[in-house]
C-alpha cells in the first residue's frame, strides 16, 4: 500500500530565511504524481506545488521549490526568503493513475514563522 | 478560477440525528472527494466519484454514504450522527484523475 510520511509535525523559521519540510513515500508505480498543499489558519486549502514523477527536473512555483529524489522516494519542499503569510499546515500528497484520483495526503507539517 | 463551496462552515448536531453536507463546484470537474480531517491524522478520504451516480469508498467510508445526482454538487451524508464524527470535513474536486485537487472551506461539524 502506498504511503505519505511527514516526519516533522512542527517546524518553525525566521522571517527572511530559508526552511525545508520533508516529506517520503512509499509506491510500487513508476507513474504518480506529487503535491505540496498549504492550509492557514481557518482557511481553505490550496495547492503550493506538483511534480509529475517522470520530469527530473524539479519544479518550482515562485519562492517554493521542491527536491525530488525518485530513487530515494523523497520530495521535500523548500520555501526561500519566507514570508509570515506562509504560516500554515503543509500537506505532502501522492497520487497515481490507477487511483481514479484519489490522493493520499501525509499528517501534516505545521509551519511557524518568526519575525 | 475554480470554485468550491461547502453549504456550512460550522455546525452543530444532536446525537443521532442525520445530517446532510453540501458541496458544489462550479468548474465541470469530473472528479469529486470528501475527506476528512483531524489533529495529527491528516486528511482521511471517505468517497470519491468519478462521475455522476458514481461512488467509490474510501478509507473511512463506515458511518456515510453520499450522493451525486448532479455533476456539481456531492453530498455528504451522515445517517445517525456519533459523537465520533466529530470532525472537520473538506470537499474537493478535479478535473481529471490524479489532478490537481481544489478544496472548499470546509465544514467543522460538532455531534453532541
Known amino acids: 500500500a502506498q504511503t505519505v510520511t511527514q516526519s516533522q509535525p512542527e517546524m518553525s523559521v525566521q522571517e527572511a530565511e530559508t526552511v525545508t519540510l520533508s516529506c517520503t513515500y512509499d509506491t510500487s508505480e513508476s507513474d504518480y504524481y506529487l503535491f505540496w498543499y498549504k492550509q492557514p489558519p481557518s482557511r481553505q486549502m490550496i495547492l503550493v506545488i506538483r511534480?509529475?514523477?517522470?520530469?527530473?527536473q524539479n519544479a518550482t512555483e515562485n519562492r517554493f521549490s521542491v527536491n525530488f529524489q525518485k530513487a530515494a522516494k523523497s520530495f521535500s519542499l523548500k520555501i526561500s526568503d519566507s514570508q509570515l503569510g506562509d504560516a500554515a499546515m503543509y500537506f505532502c500528497a501522492y497520487g497515481y493513475g490507477g487511483s481514479q484520483g484519489n490522493l493520499i495526503f501525509g499528517k501534516g507539517t505545521k509551519l511557524s514563522v518568526k519575525p | 478560477d475554480v470554485k468550491v463551496t461547502q453549504s456550512s462552515r460550522y455546525l452543530v448536531k444532536r446525537t443521532g440525528e442525520k445530517v446532510f453536507l453540501e458541496c458544489v463546484q462550479d468548474m465541470d470537474h469530473e472528479n469529486m472527494f470528501w475527506y476528512r480531517q483531524d489533529p495529527g491524522l491528516g486528511l482521511r478520504l471517505i468517497y470519491f466519484s468519478y462521475d455522476v451516480k458514481m461512488k467509490e469508498k474510501g478509507d473511512i467510508p463506515e458511518g456515510y454514504s453520499v450522493s451525486r445526482e448532479k455533476k456539481e454538487r456531492f453530498s455528504l451524508i451522515l445517517e445517525s450522527a456519533s459523537t465520533n464524527q466529530t470532525s472537520m470535513y473538506l470537499c474537493a474536486s478535479s478535473l481529471l484523475a490524479v489532478d490537481t485537487q481544489y478544496f472548499g472551506p470546509g465544514t467543522r461539524l460538532t455531534v453532541l
Open positions: 511534480q509529475e514523477a517522470y520530469k527530473q
